[in-house]
């Protein structure tokens, strides 16, 4: 999410870098769409290369210029939903420092998957990482970990 004091490259270079490192796999397409005020969201899906894929999760892209975490945490609060619907897909959120190319990460609907259930966690406050290639193969890995224990559930064998 970009706010009125940011330059207008920041909300594109947090989409380019953000949709680079989510793509890094083979597996992964994402498709985005900017708001009116400037945030993006990513529809991510997984599957296989040219298949229409079910399996989504849902990433908002913020960009900053500000390298100490502390001053961009202060607009990342709004992008965690505290009252309303929740998402009922998991959900991320990526924050992008757009002056040294960092990313980071944190779930807003984070996907668990156990022997007999599939839930969302949903958190109120970001608990960020970096992002890189393989934390974008954890995040992966997760979502499709939730997925198989829906389908279990769902249509049981």
């Given at each position: ?16 870098l953000?949709g ?12 985005h ?14 599957g ?19 390298s100490d ?8 609060p709004q ?12 959900s ?11 990313a ?6 984070e ?20 992002l ?9 890995d997760?979502?499709?970990?939730w997925?198989q ?6 249509a049981?064998?």
């Amino acid at each position: 999410m970009s706010n009125a004091k940011e330059p207008w490259f920041v909300a594109e270079r947090s989409e380019a870098l953000a949709g680079l490192l989510l793509t890094s796999r083979k597996d992964v397409r994402v498709r985005h769409e900017r708001k009116e005020d400037g945030r993006t969201e990513f529809l991510v899906e997984i599957g296989a290369e040219g298949e229409l894929s079910t399996r989504i999760f849902v990433v908002q892209v913020k960009g900053t210029l500000a390298s100490d975490p502390a001053e961009w945490m202060r607009d990342v609060p709004q992008l965690f939903p505290t009252h309303g619907v929740p998402p009922y897909l998991p959900s991320c959120v990526v924050v992008v420092n757009v002056r040294d190319n960092k990313a980071f990460y944190a779930w807003v609907a984070e996907p668990v998957a156990g022997a007999n259930s599939a839930k969302l966690e949903f958190h109120e406050k970001g608990d960020f990482h970096p992002l890189d290639a393989t934390a974008v193969d954890g995040i992966v890995d997760r979502v499709k970990e939730w997925y198989q224990a829906l389908a279990k559930l769902l249509a049981p064998v």
